[in-house]
């Protein structure tokens, strides 16, 4: 079995590009400048598909980042790089699609105030106090994905219900999250930060209560 190698200084770089790169492009999108918005077309062909089925995206999104050697003078390996260029064009590729048509940003990073995790942004999906059982489906289904690209195709899903309802998401936590999701171990953890994200959310006088979401009970209450 292969083990993630320092997955966690990996996870940041890739965390850090991801919102690097969205960050200008959001910015003249939302000025209507003709080239940003021409990047988010060709980004949202790709949504929900391998990024080696759309060629025309190797061009546009720059991973020269990634090929950096660390402090310590070592490259990523072929498997870790592989698996850091699926998270970020995966996330681009949602990001795009959840921006379409939008005027407000749809990248938000978190803050201590507002959490822009997956779970969390589903949660709000739903109405106070209540549990929506097909849309918490849908994130479950998400956690238990049995690869990069079939967890694309399902998060794209949610992505177009979070669009309509103008709910953001912090793109650059949710790369770092695809990217350890590919490790052994890594599925499980990522399924553990959305659920806890989830019930962060909840209002009040839903909190406490023994609603089942779908996430084990280990999943709620890790630390």
């Known amino acids: 079995m292969t083990t993630a190698p320092a997955s966690t200084t990996v996870r940041s770089r890739v965390a850090e590009l991801a919102a690097g790169l969205i960050k200008p492009w959001q910015n003249g999108y939302l000025a209507d400048r003709s080239n940003d ?10 949504a929900g598909h391998s990024a080696l089925e759309i060629p025309d995206l190797w061009g546009l999104v720059n991973t020269e980042p990634l090929h950096q050697h660390d402090e310590l003078g070592t490259a990523l390996s072929d498997l870790t790089l592989t698996r850091a260029e699926d998270a970020l064009y995966t996330t681009l590729t949602l990001w795009a699609l959840h921006q379409q048509s939008r005027r407000t940003r749809m990248h938000r990073l978190s803050t201590s105030e507002h959490s822009g995790g997956l779970g969390a942004a589903v949660r709000q ?15 479950v289904r998400a956690g238990t994905a049995p690869d990069i690209v079939s967890l694309s195709k399902r998060l794209r899903d949610l992505v177009v219900l979070l669009r309509r309802a103008d709910i953001p998401l912090d793109y650059g936590l949710l790369a770092g999250q695809l ?14 930060e959305w659920g806890r994200s989830f019930h962060t959310r909840q209002p009040k006088e839903t909190a406490n209560s023994n609603i089942d979401t779908g996430f084990d009970s280990d999943d709620r209450d890790a630390s």
């Open 125 to 139: 999906l739903m109405p106070t106090g209540a549990i929506d059982e097909a849309v918490l489906k849908r994130l």
């Open 37 to 46: 918005v021409a990047v988010l077309a060709r980004l949202r062909r790709g």
């Open 179 to 192: 990217y350890a999701w590919q490790w052994p171990g890594g599925r499980e953890a990522v399924r553990r």
